[in-house]
């Protein structure tokens, strides 16, 4: 009987332990059919597809499994991957978006508006057919040749495969232009020279130096050679050939792009709660605030730095007192150590005041900004490591003032002043871009990583200007005013992005907008018109975003009162990735 007992004890702990396990199963399976989880593993197919598509990108982002790729941008690829991308609308188009949780809906339509982006660029704005900076194997060359990824032999033969079709590549690109313009073709001129640059002593020093075969260096060399030829040769074809039939032409292709498409493109990239018109009326508001305050903080300061009577004319006087105020600046030889000397401050300040919360073991490199990124306008910008190579260094890219005249470079400096310089780093660096696109690496999603949203991205930097002053850094009526003209740079931004593209301002009313009521200096002024030219929509996206983050924080600051902590809603913030604010704040208030 006793013997039966155990026995039956025995079947009903093995039995009970596999209804059990079944039971498990059966919930792990049913948990694995869930909208989210489905919706997860759909995300991990269509950003492979997406890599396998760009390996350029893929590249930028630390994804390196397609290195040796050079995609040769013909007719038939392009259509290839619009067919893809329509294929993949019509499948997300079946899900029930509203099954998915908050974050996956963000993805959802994130996804949903890059190709339609893509499908627009290619069906209406038609970039490739324009825009012959477009080409350039610069970027995807020194990404594999300088990366740390990797073993050096690994990342040389990846290279050797890609420059291969270098040849072909801008064969290519010479046939899909049609009627480029004039502005870009010249644009494409200096930035393929730069990239000429880079097949130079220093690539064929690491030749050398490899493990590689000697029939696998040799092979190397001349691939090597021959795609310096073709980059020159592309150079040259522009320089020589296109840009003077261009020059001569009776009917030159516009730079700007006109009120539809300006809307449209800006709706697509922007992704803001408001259009481009409005966007526009309320930078003209900014304005006019922002001038009122300027002229207060000028009569406060003029006794202290003059002794005359200040000017009758209110925008004369503000000019005036920032004239005066720009003549403290760092010597020309030493604008890029300057910069590199003032980060550990911005670092320390962050700390002690405790806005957020940093990572040590994430590097900031300055350096000079390399040969084949010069020329679009910009004298500083930040290169980050994308989210599958998170320890990589990132580089704060400095322009230095070689190339300026002594006239040019007193302008730049008087531009960069000891205020607005500090500024400039709290935007590229601490806490603006570097420290946002730490965040964003970590971030949980990778839709919201990789399809980072240029409004969130430059309006963060923006808000983290004010937001330092806010906190009392270097707190005095000089940094205040100089701010004001750096955020009215910031406005006027996006009024020239505005005016020249939909109501067709010419270049003396532009320099007049931006000296005479934006009060910058000659070379700058002349550097942002050429940047307005060439880019569209771009310009105003760190006014929009800013504009979108500040409300933000002051409309979550009403409802939660004594309970709002800075610091939490900074990092809160920062913890979805680079999506845009609308989607951000739809999240934030819904928790």
């Not at 760190?542 to 809603?569: H, N, V």
Request: net charge positive; with cysteine.
């Amino acid at each position: 009987m006793r013997t039966r007992v155990l026995y039956l004890l025995l079947f009903l702990l093995v039995t009970g332990g596999l209804f059990s396990c079944s039971s498990e199963r059966a919930k792990e399976e049913k948990a694995d059919e869930t909208p989210d989880h489905k919706f997860d593993e759909y995300k991990k197919s269509w950003v492979e597809k997406l890599w396998r598509m760009n390996p350029e990108w893929a590249s930028a982002m630390g994804y390196h499994k397609y290195d040796s790729v050079l995609v040769i941008p013909t007719v038939q690829r392009r259509a290839g991957v619009i067919r893809t991308y329509k294929t993949r609308l019509a499948e997300m188009a079946a899900m029930d978006l509203k099954a998915l949780s908050a974050n996956n809906q963000t993805d959802h339509r994130m996804m949903e508006n890059f190709m339609e982006y893509a499908i627009w660029q290619d069906s209406v704005l038609r970039p490739h057919e324009w825009d012959p900076s477009a080409y350039n194997i610069g970027n995807s060359v020194a990404e594999i040749l300088n990366g740390r990824y990797d073993k050096l032999n690994v990342r040389l033969r990846a290279l050797s495969h890609k420059l291969d079709k270098a040849p072909l590549y801008y064969e290519t690109a010479i046939a899909s232009l049609k009627n480029p313009t004039v502005e870009h073709t010249q644009l494409a001129i200096v930035q393929n020279k730069g990239t000429a640059e880079i097949f130079g002593k220093a690539m064929l020093d690491s030749v050398e130096i490899s493990g590689l075969k000697p029939e696998e260096k040799d092979v190397l060399r001349q691939r090597i050679a021959t795609a310096k030829m073709a980059v020159n040769g592309y150079a040259r074809y522009l320089e020589n050939s296109l840009l003077p039939q261009l020059k001569n032409s009776k009917n030159p292709r516009s730079f700007r792009i006109g009120k539809a498409m300006f809307a449209q493109k800006f709706r697509y990239e922007i992704q803001a709660s408001n259009s481009s018109e409005e966007i526009y009326r309320k930078a003209l508001a900014r304005k006019k605030m922002l001038h009122s305050q300027m002229i207060k903080l000028s009569r406060q300061l003029w006794p202290k730095y003059f002794t005359e009577a200040a000017p009758a004319d209110s925008l004369e006087m503000v000019g005036k007192m920032i004239s005066k105020l720009s003549e403290k600046h760092v010597p020309r030889e030493n604008f890029v150590n300057a910069i590199r000397n003032q980060i550990p401050e911005l670092v320390k300040f962050v700390n002690e005041k405790k806005l957020l919360t940093q990572d040590p073991s994430r590097p900031l490199v300055v350096r000079e900004t390399p040969l084949y990124m010069r020329g679009g306008g910009a004298g500083a910008s930040v290169s980050a490591p994308g989210p599958y190579d998170q320890k990589a260094d990132t580089y704060y890219n400095v322009t230095p003032l070689d190339g300026y005249s002594e006239k040019e470079a007193e302008s730049y400096l008087r531009e960069y002043n000891n205020y607005t310089l500090q500024i400039l780093n709290i935007h590229e660096a601490i806490p603006g871009h570097y420290t946002q696109l730490v965040y964003s690496n970590k971030a949980p999603s990778i839709i919201k990583a990789i399809l980072g949203n240029g409004a969130m991205i430059e309006g963060w930097a923006v808000y983290a200007e004010i937001m330092m002053l806010e906190n009392g850094y270097q707190n005095s009526p000089e940094m205040w005013l100089m701010y004001n003209k750096w955020n009215l740079r910031v406005t006027l931004n996006a009024i020239l992005d505005y005016s020249v593209h939909v109501l067709g301002i010419s270049e003396k009313e532009a320099m007049n907008l931006l000296r005479k009521e934006g009060f910058q200096e000659e070379i700058e002024a002349r550097e942002k018109w050429t940047r307005a030219k060439l880019s569209q929509v771009q310009l105003s996206s760190y006014f929009t975003g800013f504009s979108e983050i500040y409300d933000l924080r002051e409309e979550l600051k009403k409802k939660q009162g004594k309970a709002f902590d800075l610091k939490e809603f900074h990092e809160q913030f920062l913890s979805y990735g680079s999506a845009p604010v609308k989607y951000i704040r739809e999240l934030m208030l819904a928790e």
